[in-house]
């Protein structure tokens, strides 16, 4: 059979997700599209901090100095973004929702106890806020399924996230563009990451101080996995580019890519 190329697009995790494939099989490739939009609209139950009854903010609403036991996918992208607080000094931190939403509220990723997939908040009044690395874990979620389900040849994009595994038929790889610029790259199994702060210089703020970030400057990061790429550009775009390596140097594989506004 010969190769087709199909593709599915739809809202989920505040985006549009658009999911393209190559199949030598339409039927199943249209069967495994519907399971991808599946399970993205699951992982956006579980990690969305704008839905009300999503398990963040149930979370949200109840761990206060109480363990609340959490579903694997949760306690994953907390896990990852504890361990990424640390390594960033505070520079990445889930818990600024509610400056981010423009009220006050407790920040502190020291604040957030992880113990046997369970969460405890240790401070009253805490938004946890994934907007910074949910997509990029969803994206890893989906392409591990299309994969398991003989569909490797696939790109997925949400918004400024791609992740992707098998190349095209016939080709070396995805042609991915670079931030605002004219550089391209060919990619397979790979995602890639852009935070940009040239269009709205200031809607990021620095978890450490509060304050916004006007360097009009754009990052994206190439890594192995969605997860990595989507937490580590806008961390990148809070530190001193001194730091940026050092932090890299954690994730093997991983490249990141500065444009001045």
Known sequence: MEWQK???????????VRITLHTRNEAKGNEA?????QRFQHLDQLLSDYKPDSELNIVCRTAYRKAIPVSHEL???LSFSQRLSLLSGGAFDVSIGARTRGRSGTVGYQYIALGN??????KPDMQLDLGAIAK?????????????VGQPRHLIAASGDLR??????????????????????ILK?????????????????????????TTRETITVIARQGIVADALDTTCLILRPAERQALLAHFPG????????
């Open 136 to 148: 990029g874990y969803a994206a890893d979620e989906v392409s591990q399924l299309l994969t398991k």
């Open 164 to 185: 992707m595994d098998q190349p095209p038929p016939g080709t070396p790889g995805w042609t991915v563009g670079i931030g605002n610029s004219n550089q391209t790259r």
């Open 189 to 213: 199994q790979a995602a890639v990451s852009t935070a940009g702060n040239t269009f709205q210089p200031g809607h990021i703020l620095d978890p450490r101080t509060l304050t916004p970030i």
């Open 75 to 77: 306690f994953t992208v």
């Open 6 to 16: 199909i593709s599915t697009a739809f809202p989920s995790m505040g985006t549009l």
């Open 117 to 122: 997939r369970s969460v405890t908040l240790l």
């Open 254 to 261: 991983t490249e990141l890519i500065a444009l001045a506004g």
């Open 33 to 37: 599209l519907l399971a991808a939009q």
